[in-house]
């Protein structure tokens, strides 16, 4: 059994931050590239920004200079550092991680349940 746990997000007004952070817990051999998504109302899911195993991100340009995502392996966690918000930052942000479960050889994409990040303008 593999659990995601995501915290962090929140009600904050235009120009603030938030850090969300989400763990992997359970049964992981080895933890590979890990990601943000973000679904806002009416529209749909897009992948925020991502890290390799080797530390190499990557992001959307919408976000590109604001945020900041960032791995702890020791902790088997990613966050998301989210500065100078806009409203349009609204949505719903799920963690994604690509892992190797105990009793596989390959990877598996397990998903948080999602935290809410309201930005008020």
């Known amino acids: 059994q593999v659990q995601l746990v995501e915290s962090g997000g929140g009600l904050v007004q235009a120009g603030g931050s938030l850090r969300l952070s989400c763990a992997a817990s359970?049964?992981?051999?080895?933890?590979?590239?890990m990601g943000w998504s973000r679904q806002a109302p009416g529209k749909q899911r897009e992948l925020v920004a991502s890290?390799?195993?080797?530390?190499?991100?990557d992001y959307v340009d919408s976000v590109k200079g604001r945020f900041t995502i960032s791995r702890d392996n020791a902790k088997n966690t990613v966050y998301l550092q989210m500065n100078s918000l806009k409203p349009e930052d609204t949505a719903v942000y799920y963690c994604?991680?690509?892992?190797?479960?105990?009793?596989?050889?390959?990877?598996?994409?397990?998903w948080g349940n999602g935290t809410l990040v309201t930005v008020s303008s």
């Open positions: 994604k991680i690509r892992l190797v479960p105990v009793g596989y050889y390959y990877g598996k994409d397990y």
């Open positions: 359970g049964s992981i051999v080895s933890i590979n590239a």
């Open positions: 890290i390799t195993s080797g530390g190499t991100t």
